[in-house]
């Protein structure tokens, strides 16, 4: 059976961890002194969160860091039950509380154990307190390492008492060399094209990043077209020529085909094709004030079409004002 990749390839110890050097740097100085305070560690999925707090552990204690660190999903346990504990009527077994496994003494010579909350951000209110009153107590024997996308959802008593650590997204040269390093350990022949397509769409995510490349290498068609249909996207030459199409030619009509093509033939969504087009207009060579335009014109096209509008009628009003806008004079 084959392991899914982004296990097999998560990082197990700080310096293999990308594009997060000013993190790893202050964690390690934390490890080398044999000390780890709270610490919460904010940012979008897939910078590499989950696995800092699985090498600290390992990089602390060892061969026995599994006896020292327990994970725990605050999304899918967002009440005070996973601070407290409560007995499962459906079981005989009762689910391990915060609480209770801070009680327990550590089986190491540092003194202390770690609580990893992934997704903290999404505990109530209730079970933030009394995460809070946890920590307070047990601080002398577990450390805690809360994870989430934004820091400003965890309660300030709970922030006064870590320090903050913000996880920026992966760049996509870094994206891209931890691919390479991927590809040479699975021996495959990707081509720089597939890369620049992989890490392009991946939008800083690493984790999303790997599961695409293993995705199309499992395809047995390792393209450029094959990496955007499995992000449900098309190449961003399609989208250049529409808005080069409306934009420099004023041509509505052929600009509306080249839609058609994008919702009809590759089956994109409105959403989809706003996000296509915003992508070639950041990098198309305009003049400040036509761009500004545009991104105003996309951000109430999007709006409309969420807010229940025909992509349809919304797609052809945009493809018209930049239209319009293309042909106002500099």
Not at 37 to 43: E, N, R, V
Not at 236 to 256: N, T
Request: with cysteine; glycine share 6%.
């Amino acid at each position: 059976m084959k392991e899914i990749w982004i296990e097999k390839y998560r990082a197990k110890k700080l310096d293999d961890i990308v594009g997060q050097e000013n993190n790893v740097s202050k964690l390690k100085s934390f490890i080398e002194r044999g000390d780890l305070p709270h610490l919460i560690f904010s940012g979008p999925a897939g910078t590499g969160k989950t696995s800092a707090a699985v090498s600290i552990a390992i990089e602390l204690f060892g061969e026995d860091w599994k006896q020292n660190f327990l994970e725990l999903n605050a999304s899918s346990n967002r009440g005070i039950d996973v601070m407290r504990g409560h007995e499962d009527r459906s079981s005989s077994s009762s689910m391990v509380s915060v609480k209770d496994y801070a009680r327990l003494k550590p089986s190491t010579p540092l003194g202390f154990k770690i609580v990893f909350l992934d997704e903290a951000d999404q505990l109530t209110p209730e079970a933030q307190a009394a995460l809070r009153r946890t920590m307070e107590i047990y601080s002398s024997s577990t450390r805690f390492i809360l994870s989430c996308n934004y820091s400003t959802q965890i309660i300030p008593p709970i922030q006064s008492r870590c320090v903050i650590l913000k996880f920026s997204p992966i760049s996509p040269e870094d994206i891209k060399k931890r691919l390479k390093y991927i590809i040479s350990q699975e021996n495959l022949d990707v081509g720089e094209d597939v890369l620049d397509a992989i890490a392009e769409m991946s939008e800083g995510d690493m984790r999303r990043a790997i599961n695409v490349l293993q995705t199309v290498s499992a395809s047995g068609e390792i393209t450029e077209k094959k990496v955007y249909e499995i992000f449900g996207s098309s190449s961003p030459e399609h989208f250049k020529s529409l808005v080069s199409a409306a934009l420099e030619h004023g041509l509505f009509d052929e600009a509306r085909e080249r839609l058609d093509r994008l919702l009809i033939e590759e089956g994109l969504s409105g959403i989809d094709i706003i996000k296509g087009i915003h992508a070639s207009i950041r990098k198309y060579p305009i003049i400040p004030r036509k761009k500004i335009d545009l991104i105003l014109a996309l951000a109430e096209t999007e709006y409309r079409i969420v807010m229940g509008g025909s992509d349809n009628i919304q797609l052809d009003a945009l493809i018209a004002r930049i239209v319009k806008i293309g042909s106002e004079s500099d």
